[in-house]
């Protein structure tokens, strides 16, 4: 029945203030935040130079030339892209995501056109990147997999939500928490469970949010170990 409302009548039946400026969400395709708050959030476009490698925002120019931040280079992954700058509304439909396993209309249109607009090798599977067993008995769901599933959807690339595995469950990431902090807490805490659908495969790994990246090249790391041909990782935002 909700189905067939208007968009504006559901609004004004169910009205809902924006998690940012607190106006009211004129459009229930936009989720959490309003028009004013998407608008003002940064979406990377082809006007955006990012580090060929970790995604991060680095410029805006017209002209594009190959640029690297240098602070990834260890990392294992092979490159990884966001939708977007970890703020606004951006960071609103992270933070909801924690909480609800839905994606608004809008943040689901913006994750589609980012793969879209980045081949990424050519993915053969599409992985979330895993919860312990115990953050997920507490969330009830994996924000990571719900993304994931949206990707593999629109894409029709195989899903594959049970080959790659938390093994330590380690506190959430504090904003506080320097790089090395980050870093200790997910060293070793990935594992592959079935190598034999990893091998030889090019993997599109599949997260909320990008920070150090150390999740990102732990996960890439054990999956390159069994097998992986490629890994690159597509996540809603990007912590700058
Ligand atoms: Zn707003
Ligand atoms: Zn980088």
């Known amino acids: 029945m909700l189905k067939v409302i208007p ?3 559901t609004t004004l039946l169910y009205p809902q203030a924006c998690s940012i400026c607190k106006q009211g969400v004129e459009n229930i395709a936009d989720g959490v935040a309003c028009r004013d708050c998407w ?12 580090c060929g490698k970790c995604g991060a925002f680095l410029r805006e120019s017209d002209h594009q030339t190959e640029t690297y931040c240098r602070r990834c280079d260890d990392h294992f992954y092979d490159s990884a892209l966001a939708v977007g700058v970890y703020d606004k509304a951006l960071a609103a439909a992270v933070i909801s995501l924690k909480h609800v396993p839905n994606v608004a209309k809008t ?21 979330p990147v895993p919860l312990s067993g115990k953050r997920l008995l507490e969330r009830g769901f994996n924000q990571a997999a719900v993304l994931a599933r949206i990707i593999a959807k ?27 902090a980050r870093e200790m807490t997910v060293k070793d805490a ?51």
């Not at 495969?201 to 990246?213: H, M, P, R």
């Open 7 to 9: 968009d504006a009548i």
């Open 39 to 50: 608008e003002q959030t940064k979406i990377f476009s082809d006007r955006d130079v990012l």
């Open 107 to 127: 943040t689901r249109k913006h994750l589609v056109e980012s793969l879209e607009r980045n081949s990424f090798a050519n993915p053969d599977v599409i992985l």
């Open 154 to 180: 629109s894409s029709g690339i195989g899903l594959d939500e049970h080959s790659l595995i938390r093994t330590v469950h380690t506190p959430m990431h504090r904003a506080a928490m320097d790089r090395k």
């Open 190 to 240: 990935f594992s592959v469970t079935r190598p034999n659908l990893i091998a030889g495969k090019n993997v599109l790994l599949i997260d909320d949010v990008l920070t150090s990246g150390s999740t990102a090249s732990h996960c890439a790391k054990v999956l390159k170990t069994n097998g992986a041909g490629s890994v690159n990782i597509l996540t809603l935002a990007r912590a700058v």
